[in-house]
């Protein structure tokens, strides 16, 4: 029906100047058929035209006419509509102003937050069925996501028949140079049959094909989009080219598309896993370096998948006894939710947000358009009178609200498009997939339909109030316009309550934001951060194969750095803290109390040192000695230990000059003294409470360590306050010893703990915000509230007042009104926010969600600044001046 | 006394069915045929006789076709449907009946009590 009516529409529309054309031909048909009359009669030719003419009369107006009795001229309607309205809204510039702007504000931020969403968790995820596709880990009883050695996971590749097949993947963050100086990236290995099995397809070139998974292949690399765009320039001739990977010479056969990514891996470069080329293949006991991920069979279920790779994992144990034990069952996690799951509640937190604020911004435009239209009843009444229809002026109102909702709506969207730099640099840099960030369809038709909520709901109340009302009266009454008055303002009072709940909501989510965030902030990562600057790299791949080379790397550093001015000290570390991508664990063991079962073995996090690391990060040492440059190969190998270990596994006695066996090698466990022990430290993020840590000196490393400690190292180095160009001296002092080694990031150390807080400080930003807009939103739309009554009631307190009631008794009155509606949207306000506290409990830190402290400041900040737009409101009933305000009428 | 009368409210519509019924015309001959059928006693103002034509064609009384006035002239046919047949037969009836009781009304003298 509505499709009929649109064609018919579309057919009038199309068929316009036709119909035009026809009319002015048929009159002017008529005009020379009546000459012709007229010329039998006597006349002269030209005479009869003219007089025909004359009777006639305009023919402008008759056509006119005549296309309003053609009718359906839905067209035209709505363009009068529009040209009146533009002249009703031109009228009120102050109301039109306010109603843009508000909504711009609100569809800008709703459709901002919400390109953010898309891009993140709406848009289809680069593999084919993701639904299918899961990721694995193997459990440990300490621990719930490791990963796996190299044959382990060919074991259970080769015996799966669950999945169509399963890939292993890796880290891998070589140094990268083409032409240029060397560039340390953050990639991958993978399986070649990955892509296959994610249903990957390439952005540009090819991915990557079985062939470059056999041993002695021809050596390719994958690159990103985002690598591509920013070292290439997005130069499709890039195919092809040859670059060197930690000395290693490959072929860029391929582009990422750019919505690829893995969870918890960089994927600057894809590389091929090439498993049989890997000395790691047949060592049993190797290290656990390696992730899963498998396509179910379409015939599987998740739990079926788990039951047989479980039954494997309980076969390779009975297998190899002593090799898998700890590893107590196999996690399997859907792999998009194990990319965005974390952010998720977050961003819909964020998105929710704004769009309450839209809401809270349409009721109050509802509300102002509500006093407009009862203060224009005598208006519709006299156009009424003049013969319009309801239907007619309801489409008024509503064409009105539309072209508001169109002007903010177009506004919001220019925000939207200037601002997506300024959101960018917002948004936390680690949010998975927000690099293929863009303003696409699915965002203009989800602001197209945002307008439209708009205007309907700005539109309609007073559209429907004035369905209720009885215009008549409003003329009768000489515009005093007390019929529907009542339902007006009760209506009124409902919006208003109802804005007062919303924006309690908001602000009480922002107060528990914001106190997770000050908990969190304050605290103690277990290091200093201040001017300490880090710099990560990676040692070339030839020259440095044992241990003595990267000793030796260190040396020259060390004498180069002491030549630096304002350096207090310096040193090297595997994995820095707050580094959240990164893991390194061991297992150890008290030789005196071993582990009742083998799978009760405990972990630790695992860093190799340099002596000066705890001075140089500031990590107090509680007991024992530090580590000492005579720690070396030639004296017995020693251990560092964090309180957390101490606590846990010495509670009988000191462990200083404790020994204990860690499994740090491909090989049997080695036998460590403790010599010191220092206090703990944040290693993954600030929420996780500090883990237990071992460290052990570089000088006294395992071989078997070198091509991890290789791949990637920091340097931390701690300056006396600001040092001019320490950056730029910190890359010249490892250039000049070795112009090969790849510098990768280069950050203060403070930044890593800013980085750490990134998301929640995004979230509480952008939350506060939209609470603090909402807020005064609810405050406007009281003010509006109060204010229109006692403008309405003018003659009723210009009576009470002058039959003797007290200012004090008028604003008395005024407040109990305000209170009514200020304790009715805040019982339901607290009642909305209490059913959706759940939602955001994940986001919560060191507070409870129904944190009762918070909601109690929150509904006192909410009654102050609502009580106060009360008394702004009132003011001006105080200024009534009871003789005036009689004579008024 | 003047043989013009007034056009009734609400009659122009049944006049023009009327004329159209009788063969399809064109707009200007509409004028004339009304004319010539009231015995050239009702005129039809040439502005209101358009908007009213193009009523009836929406509201599928009439109906329309490009054809050549006696004169050779290109002009627009008007001719009637099934739909405005039925119509002038209503209109017509409901005419009588008015037209029977306001004659019979206006007949009334007043009664000898």
């Not at chain 1, 598309?257 to 091929?272: G, M």
């Not at chain 1, 039954?311 to 090799?323: K, M, V, W």
């Not at chain 1, 720690?631 to 009988?652: G, L, Q, R």
């Not at chain 1, 200012?807 to 009514?820: C, D, S």
């Amino acid at each position: 029906m509505i499709a009929a009516y649109l064609r018919s529409i579309a057919r009038k529309f199309l068929g316009r100047t036709q119909i035009e054309r026809e009319l002015a031909e048929e009159l002017e048909s008529h005009v020379q058929l009546r000459a012709d009359a007229l010329e039998r009669g006597g006349l002269d030719r030209a005479e009869a035209e003219r007089r025909a003419r004359i009777e006639f009369g305009s023919h402008v107006r008759f056509k006119e006419e005549c296309r309003e009795a053609m009718g359906g001229n839905a067209i035209d309607q709505g363009i009068q509509d529009v040209r009146f309205s533009l002249r009703a809204l031109r009228k009120s510039p102050g109301f039109s102003l306010v109603a843009v702007i508000t909504l711009a504000l609100g569809i800008g931020a709703t459709v901002a937050t919400f390109s953010v969403v898309n891009t993140v968790l709406l848009r289809p995820f680069a593999f084919n069925h993701p639904e299918k596709l899961l990721w694995m880990y193997s459990q440990r009883s300490d621990n719930p996501r490791t990963n796996f050695s190299l044959p382990e996971y060919c074991d259970y590749r080769d015996q799966t028949t669950s999945f169509e097949g399963l890939a292993g993947v890796a880290s891998f963050n070589p140094s990268f140079s083409d032409s240029g100086p060397p560039e340390r990236v953050q990639g991958v290995r993978m399986s070649a049959s990955s892509f296959a099995i994610l249903g990957v397809r390439p952005f540009l070139g090819r991915t990557l094909i079985a062939e470059d998974d056999r041993n002695g292949a021809r050596g390719v690399v994958l690159i990103s989009y985002g690598l591509w765009s920013r070292r290439y320039a997005r130069d499709p001739g890039v195919i092809g080219r040859s670059v060197n990977l930690n000395g290693e010479t490959r072929e860029i056969v391929g582009v990422l598309p750019a919505s690829f990514a893995l969870p918890n891996l960089d994927t600057e470069i894809v590389v091929p896993l090439q498993p049989d080329a890997d000395p790691r293949r047949t060592v049993r006991n190797s290290f656990n370096f390696l992730r899963m991920v498998g396509r179910l069979r379409p015939d599987v279920t998740a739990q079926q998948a788990h039951a047989e790779l479980e039954a494997i994992r309980q076969n390779l144990q009975r297998q190899y006894p002593g090799i898998y034990t700890g590893k107590v069952e196999i996690t399997l996690v859907p792999l998009t939710e194990e990319i965005v799951g974390n952010i998720k509640s977050v961003l819909l937190t964020i998105f929710c947000a704004a769009g309450a604020v839209l809401l809270v911004g349409c009721v109050n435009l509802a509300g102002i358009s509500l006093s407009r239209a009862a203060a224009r009843q005598r208006e519709l009444a006299v156009r009424t009178a003049l013969g319009a229809t309801r239907g007619q002026l309801t489409r008024l109102l509503l064409t009105e609200s539309f072209l508001l909702a169109l002007a903010g709506g177009a506004l919001g969207m220019l925000l939207e498009v200037w601002g997506q730099r300024a959101l960018l640099r917002l948004v936390p840099t680690d949010l998975p997939r927000i690099e293929s960030f863009s303003i696409d369809w699915t965002v203009l038709l989800f602001a197209g339909a945002l307008i439209f909520f708009a205007a309907i709901a700005c539109g309609l109340t007073p559209a429907w109030l004035l369905s209720r009302s009885d215009l008549r009266d409003a003329l009768v009454s000489n515009g005093r316009g007390s019929t529907g008055g009542g339902w007006q303002s009760r209506l009124r009072t409902w919006l208003v309550s109802g804005q007062i709940a919303l924006a309690l909501v908001l602000v009480a989510n922002a107060g528990l934001l914001l106190r997770s965030f000050v908990r969190l902030s304050s605290e103690q990562p277990g290091f200093e951060s201040s001017d300490v600057q880090t710099i990560r790299f990676s040692l070339p791949q030839t020259g440095y194969d044992d241990v003595a080379t990267i000793v030796h790397f260190y040396d020259q550093l060390h004498s180069r750095a002491a030549a630096i001015n304002g350096i207090k000290s310096e040193a090297l570390i595997s994995i820095l803290p707050l580094a959240p991508k990164s893991i390194s664990f061991i297992h150890f063991t008290r030789p005196d109390r071993p582990p009742a079962r083998p799978e009760d073995t405990p972990s630790t996090n695992y860093r190799i040192v340099t002596p000066d690391y705890f001075r140089a990060m500031g990590i107090p040492l509680l007991d024992g000695r530090n580590f000492t440059e005579s720690d070396d190969a030639e004296h017995p190998p020693v251990a560092m230990i964090s309180t957390i270990v101490a606590k846990n596994h010495f509670p009988d006695r000191s462990p200083i000059g404790q020994r204990i066996l860690v499994d740090d090698t491909d090989g049997d466990p080695r036998s460590v003294e403790i010599v010191g022990i220092v206090g703990p430290v944040k290693q993954t993020n600030l929420e996780t409470p500090a883990k237990a840590d071992i460290y052990l000196p570089l000088r006294q490393m395992p071989k078997d360590g070198v091509p991890w400690l290789r791949n990637s190292a920091y340097w931390v180095v701690k300056t006396s306050g600001e040092v001019a160009g320490v950056e730029r001296l910190l890359r010249g002092s490892i250039q000049n010893i070795d112009p090969n080694v790849a510098i990768g990031a280069v950050r203060p150390m403070s930044e890593a703990v800013a980085a750490a807080l990134a998301a929640r400080r995004f979230s509480l930003f952008l939350v506060g915000s939209f609470a603090a807009a909402a807020l005064f939103l609810a405050a406007a739309g009281l003010y509006g509230v109060i204010a229109y009554g006692i403008q309405q009631r003018n003659r009723e307190i210009g009576v009470r007042l002058a039959l003797g009631a007290t200012r004090a008794t008028i604003l008395g009155m005024i407040f109990k009104e305000g209170a009514v509606l200020l304790v009715g949207g805040i019982i339901a306000g607290f009642a909305i926010a209490l059913a959706l506290a759940r939602l955001v409990a994940s986001q919560m830190y060191g507070v409870n969600e129904y944190d009762p402290f918070s909601f109690a400041v929150v509904g006192l900040i909410l009654s102050v600044i609502l009580f106060l737009a009360c008394g702004i409101a009132a003011r001006r009933a105080m200024n009534i001046d009871p003789i005036v305000s009689l004579r008024s009428e | 006394m003047n043989e013009e009368a007034e056009l009734l409210p609400g009659t122009l519509d049944l006049l023009i069915l009327k004329a159209v019924s009788l063969g399809p015309l064109h707009g200007y001959a509409v004028l004339s045929r009304i004319e010539q059928i009231s015995g050239q006693r009702l005129f039809v103002e040439q502005g209101a006789l358009y908007p009213a034509l193009f009523r009836l064609v929406r509201q599928g009384l009439l109906k329309t076709e490009w054809g050549k006035s006696e004169n050779n002239r290109r002009a627009k046919f008007y001719e009637l449907t099934a739909k405005g047949r039925k119509r002038l037969q209503e209109e017509t009836d409901w005419w009588k009946r008015s037209a029977a009781a306001v004659t019979a009304a206006l007949a009334a003298r007043p009664q000898q009590a």
